[in-house]
């Protein structure tokens, strides 16, 4: 992710950070197959490029089939649910077994990839005893797109296909002003960790689930500390509270934690910003710059 989110800057230097993150959360991995209209707006970029183009920008999604039924679907799936497996199969709507076909083809093409659970088993060992409600319970990975223009288009523009090709844009534009942002705010995650990957010499790092809790970051360090983050990215400062909701899921998790990592895309509270605690890690957008771009 690092490597391709410092191409794409390199290839529109004249961005801020901010805009960086936005315009590759839509554009990032095709900014070498066709050029791209940066315009004063996000929203302007999309129409000037993806609603103008439709054609043009269509024609990127190789193989050619992944717009047709049944690969349409499952990512489809893929680009609007948490990546859960479990998940990707109810909302694809298609025999287990064939989705599961499908996701494999597309890993091994390099389209998806996956993301391993690092949740420990529940069971210890062949005949503990487990409450009834955990009986079914089956730890799964993460399925994710590799370049984030794939993501943004089975997400927002594939599902208004038809529309789109007939110049009616309204319902296009209405889901993406209410969803964007996630868009934004998986890359921004997705980034924030390669700043811990670089400001630690980490074993393991990335998003963490179980079956109670979710956390952006968790990440182990060689000396065994672990880092628990924590990434908003959101048009408000983080204020205290939030850190405080945090060290509460930790704890309810069993999670001894060394350090807790905050990454804000507006600043942080004043009293965060006077804390005196060591074990307290804040990032802004300027760290972004610093440790993702300049290094």
Same mark, same amino acid.
């Given at each position: 992710?690092?490597?391709? #989110? ?6 529109? *230097?004249n ?6 993150i936005?315009?590759?959360?839509? #554009? =990032?991995g ?12 996000l ?7 993806i609603?103008k ?8 999604i ?7 039924k ?10 609007? !649910?948490d990546g ?7 909302r694809?709507?298609?025999?287990d ?32 005893? %487990?409450?009834?409600?955990?009986? !079914?319970?089956?730890i799964?990975?993460? @399925? /994710? ?9 089975? !997400? #927002?523009?594939e ?7 007939d ?13 964007? *942002? /996630?868009?934004?705010s ?13 400001? #630690?010499? $980490?074993?393991s ?21 672990i @880092?628990i =983050? ?19 899921? $930790? $704890?309810?998790? =069993? ?7 905050l990454?804000?895309?507006? !600043? ?11 074990n307290?890690?804040?990032?802004? %957008? ?6 993702l771009?300049?290094?």
């Amino acid at each position: 992710m690092r490597l391709r #989110f410092q191409n794409f800057y390199r290839y529109y *230097n004249n961005l801020s950070i901010e805009d960086t993150i936005e315009y590759f959360s839509i #554009f =990032g991995g095709v900014e070498e197959l066709i050029e791209i209209d940066i315009s004063p707006t996000l929203s302007q970029s999309i129409s000037n490029n993806i609603l103008k183009n439709f054609s043009q920008y269509s024609n990127i999604i190789a193989p050619s089939y992944l717009s047709k039924k049944p690969y349409r679907d499952v990512l489809i799936a893929i680009a609007k !649910g948490d990546g859960r497996v479990s998940n990707i199969l109810k909302r694809s709507h298609i025999y287990d077994s064939i989705t599961k076909d499908i996701l494999d083809e597309l890993i091994e093409l390099e389209i998806l990839k996956e993301e391993y659970s690092r949740e420990k088993p529940i069971k210890q060992h062949p005949k503990q005893k %487990l409450k009834k409600h955990l009986r !079914g319970y089956q730890i799964e990975s993460k @399925i /994710r797109f590799v370049e984030p223009f794939y993501r943004f288009w089975f !997400g #927002f523009v594939e599902p208004f296909r038809l529309e789109i090709k007939d110049n009616i844009y309204d319902n296009f534009i209405e889901y993406f002003e209410l969803h964007h *942002n /996630r868009l934004m705010s998986l890359v921004f995650e997705q980034l924030s960790n390669e700043i811990i990957n670089y400001k #630690f010499e $980490t074993i393991s790092s990335g998003s963490y689930w179980n079956r109670d809790s979710e956390f952006d970051i968790l990440a182990v360090t060689t000396n065994k500390k672990i @880092i628990i =983050g924590e990434c908003k990215y959101k048009n408000r400062k983080i204020c205290k509270n939030e850190l405080t909701k945090l060290q509460y899921k $930790t $704890t309810q998790n =069993g999670i001894n934690v060394n350090y807790y990592a905050l990454f804000s895309k507006n !600043g942080f509270s004043k009293e965060l910003m006077k804390s005196r605690d060591k074990n307290l890690l804040l990032y802004t %957008l300027d760290d972004f710059k610093e440790y993702l771009i300049e290094i």
